[in-house]
C-alpha cells in the first residue's frame, strides 16, 4: 500500500482545491486550475494531448460554472464565491440551491446568499453596459450537498416586480469566448453560455436544468468494494486453461511472436507492416504500455496481431495500477519491469465472423502463459478472457471456450499521457499510431471504431503522414451545442473508448443514441457506481464536471454520490 509523507497529509489537510474561479474556504498550498488536472495531475514530467482550457474574461465572467468541482474534504460547510452580471444598476441578485431530491423545474430552491449589482457600470465591446455582483456563500450544510456528490444552484434577479433567472457558462466557455474573440458581451454569452443554462431573463420555472457543484471526495471505492470489469462475468482459472486450450495459445511469448512474424528478440525490430509505440494509458488503466502490431497471413487468411508490455510495479515486481506515471513511462522507455505482456489475434477482416476470430492472451513477466490478469488495484476481476471483453465487447461462450463478437479498440491520443523524451513524444509518434489506427481499421472493426478511426483522419487514415483531428465530432453529435459539449466533455473522454466496441443500443454513434439509454447510464454511473467499468475511468470521472452534464443532459434528479455510508 502507498503512505503519504507529512507533507502529503499537510496539503491533503489544507487544501481545497477548486475550478474556473471558485474561492477555497481554506488557503491552499499551491493554487491550481482543476479544469484539466483530473486527467493529468499525478504526473510531474508526461504530457498530454489535451489543450489547455482558457478563461471567460474577467469582465463578463459567470463562476462558478456549472460542474465546478472541489477535491480533498467533505462539502459540508464549504464557502464558494459566486458572481455574474445583471443589466441593472443596484439590483438583487439571490443565490439558490436545490433542496435534496427536488427536481429542477418546480423543486425547493432555497435562497442561501442575497447581492446587488454594482452601481457603477462595466462594459465589454458593446453600448449597453452590465453591471457585476459578487457573495460568498455557503452552497451546503447537510443534505443538499452530500459527500462525493452534487448540489444544484441557481442564481435570480429580482426587480420591477419580476424574478428572472441568469445564465451560467460550463468548462468550454473560455474556449468559446477565445474563438469569439472581441465582440459585444450579449454575443459572447449567447454563444457562450452554457447549453444547459437559461437565457439572461428568462422567467422563473421556464428551465428543467441548472447549474452544479461537484464534490470528488470521496470517490467510487474508497468505501466500498466495486466491481469493476466485472460485467462480462467470471470464470475460474481451469476454465481460462480450457480457453487457451481450445484457441492452441501458444505457450511462451516467445512462440506468439515467431508465429505472429515479431522479431522475439527485439519487438521494435519490425518490416513494414509493423506499427509500435509507447504512451501512459491514462484513460482506463492507468500503467505504461508499450505496443507492438502487424498484420499476417495464415493459411492463406489475413490477420491482426498486437503485443502490449505493461510496465508500472511497486518494489516487490507487483503491478502498480494508478501508480506513479512518471516512473512506468521510465520503466517502459528503458525497458525494464514490464509486469506482463497482454496479446490479441483478429483471424480474418469482417467483424463479429467465426467464433474465436478475436483471441486474448495473457503472459506473465517470464513470458509464461498467465491465467490470471487483475487489471485494477482491486483485481475485481482478474479472468482471462471475460474482464478483456468489458471494453473490447462481444461474450464469452464458458460452455464452448469461445469468444463471439469482439474487437480491437482504436488508439485515441488523448486518452494517453506521452513522455517529453525524443523520439517518444506524441509528435513523434503520432505516425505509429496513425499506422496502429489503419492495423485496427483493418481487422474487422465495428462501425463505432470504423467511425472513429475515419473521422480522427478525415478518411485520409492510409495517407501517410496524416495528422489526427482531435477536434473532430461525429455529425450524430455536431447538430447541436448540447451534443457538441456531451461529446467534448462527457462521452469522449469517459465513455469512447470502450463504447467504440459496442454495437447496437449501447453504440452512440449519434447524440439521441446516448440520450435513449439515459436512464441506464444515470444508474450505472450515479446509482450503481459500475460505469465506467474501469477503475481510473470512473476516477476520471469523479474529478471532472462530467456528472454535471449528465444530470442536465439526461434529466437526473439524482445527487450522483458514491455508494457507501459516508
Keep these: 500500500m502507498r503512505t503519504a509523507t507529512a507533507i502529503q497529509l499537510l496539503s491533503l489537510m ?52 456549472d460542474g465546478t468541482f472541489f477535491t480533498d474534504r467533505a462539502p459540508s460547510g464549504l464557502a464558494v464565491t459566486f458572481s455574474g452580471f445583471t443589466t441593472e444598476p443596484g439590483q438583487t441578485v439571490e443565490v439558490q440551491v436545490l433542496a435534496a431530491g427536488a427536481s429542477v423545474a418546480n423543486g425547493n430552491w432555497v435562497t442561501i446568499a442575497t447581492a446587488a449589482t454594482a452601481t457603477t457600470e462595466t462594459t465589454f465591446n458593446d453600448a449597453d453596459p452590465i453591471f457585476r455582483w459578487e457573495v460568498r456563500a455557503v452552497p451546503s450544510s447537510g443534505a443538499e450537498w452530500p459527500s462525493g456528490g452534487l448540489v444544484r444552484f441557481r442564481t435570480v434577479a429580482v426587480g420591477n416586480g419580476e424574478r428572472t433567472l441568469l445564465p451560467f457558462y460550463d468548462v468550454s466557455a473560455g474556449d468559446c469566448a477565445a474563438r469569439v474573440g472581441e465582440k459585444s458581451w450579449k454575443t459572447v454569452l449567447k454563444t457562450c ?20 457543484l461537484v ?92 503485443i502490449t508490455r505493461n510496465y508500472g510495479v511497486l518494489d516487490d515486481g507487483t503491478p502498480d495500477f494508478s501508480g506513479d506515471p512518471d516512473q512506468a513511462m521510465r520503466d517502459a522507455i528503458d525497458n525494464v519491469n514490464s509486469f506482463a505482456a497482454v496479446c490479441m489475434v483478429k483471424f480474418g477482416t469482417k467483424f463479429n465472423g467465426a467464433p474465436n476470430d478475436v483471441q486474448f492472451i495473457v503472459y506473465d513477466a517470464q513470458g509464461e502463459l498467465a491465467n490470471r490478469a487483475g487489471l485494477d488495484t482491486f ?68 462501425p463505432g471504431t470504423l467511425q472513429f478511426i475515419n473521422g480522427l483522419y478525415g478518411d485520409e487514415a492510409e495517407v501517410e503522414g496524416t495528422k489526427s483531428n482531435l477536434d473532430w465530432i461525429p455529425s450524430g453529435w455536431a447538430s447541436t451545442q448540447e451534443g457538441k459539449t456531451m461529446y467534448r466533455e462527457v462521452y469522449k473522454q469517459f465513455c469512447r473508448t470502450c463504447h467504440t466496441s459496442q454495437v447496437g443500443d449501447y453504440g452512440f454513434l449519434t447524440y439521441e443514441d446516448f440520450k435513449a439509454e439515459g436512464a441506464k447510464s444515470l444508474q450505472g454511473a450515479c446509482i450503481g457506481n459500475d460505469m465506467p467499468v474501469a477503475e481510473a475511468t470512473m476516477n476520471h470521472l469523479w474529478r471532472s464536471p462530467a456528472r454535471a452534464y449528465l444530470l442536465n443532459s439526461l434529466e437526473g434528479a439524482s445527487s450522483c454520490s458514491p455508494v457507501g455510508d459516508f
Aim: proline residues 8%; hydrophobic residues 30%.
Design 215 to 306: 464534490s470528488s471526495f470521496p470517490k467510487p471505492g474508497d468505501d466500498f468494494f466495486p466491481n469493476y470489469l466485472s460485467r462480462k462475468g467470471y470464470i475460474e482459472e481451469e476454465e481460462t486453461v480450457a480457453y487457451y486450450d481450445a484457441i492452441a495459445a501458444p505457450p511462451t511469448l516467445a512462440d506468439f511472436a515467431d508465429r505472429f512474424g515479431f522479431n522475439a528478440d527485439d519487438l521494435f525490430d519490425g518490416d513494414g507492416d509493423q506499427a509500435s509505440a509507447l504512451y501512459y494509458n491514462n484513460g482506463d488503466l492507468a500503467i505504461g504500455r508499450e505496443i507492438h502490431c502487424r498484420s499476417f497471413v495464415e493459411d492463406g487468411e489475413q490477420g491482426t496481431a498486437c
Design 193 to 212: 453560455k452554457s447549453p444547459f443554462s437559461p437565457e439572461l431573463g428568462a422567467k422563473l420555472g421556464s428551465s428543467t436544468k441548472a447549474a452544479s
Design 14 to 65: 489544507l487544501a481545497t482545491l477548486c475550478w474556473f474561479g471558485c474561492d477555497p474556504i481554506v488557503a491552499p498550498i499551491e493554487e491550481k486550475d482543476e479544469r484539466t488536472s483530473n486527467l493529468e495531475n499525478r504526473s510531474r514530467t508526461l504530457v498530454s494531448t489535451k489543450k489547455e482550457p482558457k478563461r471567460v474574461p474577467p469582465a463578463i465572467a459567470i463562476e462558478p460554472a
Design 379 to 446: 483485481t475485481s476481476n482478474d479472468a482471462i478472457p471475460n474482464n478483456c471483453l468489458n471494453c473490447h465487447g462481444g461474450i464469452y461462450d464458458r460452455r464452448n471456450s469461445v469468444v463471439i463478437g469482439a474487437s480491437f479498440l482504436p488508439y485515441d491520443p488523448e486518452a494517453f499521457l506521452f513522455s517529453n523524451e525524443p523520439g517518444f513524444t506524441y509528435e513523434d509518434q503520432e505516425d505509429e499510431f496513425r499506422k496502429l489506427n489503419v492495423l485496427v481499421r483493418n481487422a474487422g472493426p465495428p
